[in-house]
C-alpha cells in the first residue's frame, strides 16, 4: 500500500509512518524538543493526519487515527487504535491514551491515563497542576486515569489527579473535583453522582439502553 503525503508537509526523518496513511498540506510530522532530540514518532497504517496538525516526537500512535486540522501531540504520547482527535485540540505531554477513543474539539489533555472506549467532548479540559504554576507538580500531582466506557460530556472540567471509574457518564458544564466511582452519572459544579449509571434510559426508544455497545 502506498501513503499519501502531501507535498507542502513536512516530514522530520524520525518518523516512521503505516501503510495506507494519508498527511494533509501544512502538517508537521517529528517535531525536536530539548528534552527528547533523539526520540522517534510512529503513526499506525491507515491513519489520517490532517492540515496544519503538529506531532511532535517521542510519540507512537496505532493504526486507524485521524487528527483533524489544527490539533497538536507534544512529546511523551502513546495513543491506541482507532483513535480520533477533533480540531484544535491539544494532546500535551505524559498521555497513555487506549483505542476506539473520540477527543472532540477544543480540548485539551495532560499527564493523562485513558482506558478504551472513551468519548471526550468538545471543550473538556483536564487540568494537571494543584498550584499553578508550581514546578513541582509532576511530583505532587498524580496522573489523571480513566477508565473504560467513560463518557465525558461537553465543556467538563476534571482537577488533577482525578480517577474515573469504568461505565460512567459525566454530564456537560460539570466540574469533577473528587474521585468517580464505577457506574456513575455525575453532574454540577462540583459533581455529585445522581443517579447509577445503569438506570440510564434511551427517551426515544430506539435502543435498549444508551451506550449498549458497551460490555
Known amino acids: 500500500m502506498s501513503k499519501d503525503i502531501d507535498p507542502t508537509a513536512i516530514i522530520y526523518p524520525n518518523v516512521t509512518i503505516g ?3 494519508k498527511v494533509e498540506p ?3 510530522l517529528g517535531i525536536h524538543d530539548r528534552f527528547h532530540s533523539d526520540a522517534t514518532t510512529i503513526i499506525g497504517r491507515d491513519s489520517f493526519i490532517g492540515s496544519r496538525c503538529m506531532v511532535y516526537n517521542s510519540v507512537t500512535v496505532g493504526n486507524n487515527f485521524d487528527i483533524s486540522d489544527q490539533s497538536s501531540v507534544f512529546y511523551d504520547n502513546v495513543i491506541g487504535d482507532r483513535c480520533r482527535i477533533g480540531p484544535k485540540a491539544v494532546i500535551k505531554n505524559g498521555c497513555r491514551i487506549g483505542s476506539d477513543i ?27 497542576d494543584r498550584h499553578p504554576p508550581c514546578p513541582y507538580n509532576g511530583e505532587c500531582t498524580p496522573v489523571t486515569k480513566v477508565d473504560d466506557f467513560v463518557s465525558i460530556g461537553a465543556n467538563v472540567t476534571i482537577t488533577p489527579g482525578i480517577q474515573i471509574g469504568h461505565h460512567t457518564q459525566i454530564y456537560a458544564g460539570s466540574v469533577i473535583v473528587s474521585d468517580v466511582e464505577p457506574y456513575s452519572v455525575m453532574a454540577g459544579n462540583p459533581a455529585r453522582r445522581i ?11 430506539l435502543v435498549a439502553r444508551p451506550f449498549a455497545s458497551w460490555k
Not at 493523562?112 to 479540559?125: C, E, K, R, T
Not at 443517579?195 to 426508544?205: A, N, V
Open 19 to 21: 501503510d495506507g496513511a
Open 102 to 128: 473520540r477527543i472532540q474539539a477544543h480540548t485539551y489533555l495532560e499527564r493523562v491515563v485513558l482506558g478504551s472506549s472513551v468519548f471526550v467532548g468538545p471543550g473538556a479540559i483536564f487540568t494537571n
Open 195 to 205: 443517579k447509577d449509571f445503569r438506570e440510564l434510559k434511551c427517551d426515544p426508544g
Open 26 to 28: 501544512f502538517a508537521i
